[in-house]
């Protein structure tokens, strides 16, 4: 059990750091900038919610686990 759960905690940090160098690269550049993707701005106030944005990762999200199950 330990095993299995450093384990996993060792992939989780390794895709975190790729994910991380992807950003930074900007390869992702248009994460953010969807149309759906609201921001608003005002004098006092800054809003920013990415709708658009958050509904790619989820479904990319999806596809990859359903993936990872099947072929586990």
């Avoid at 658009?52 to 993936?67: D, E, R, T």
């Amino acid at each position: 059990m330990q095993s299995s759960l450093g384990t996993g905690l060792i992939i989780i940090g390794v895709v975190l750091i790729i994910i991380g160098l992807i950003a930074k690269s900007g390869v992702i550049s248009w994460f953010g900038q969807l149309p759906g993707d609201f921001h608003i701005k005002t004098e006092n106030f800054q809003f920013f919610f990415p709708l658009a944005s958050m509904i790619v990762v989820s479904i990319v999200l999806s596809l990859l686990i359903a993936v990872i199950r099947k072929f586990l």
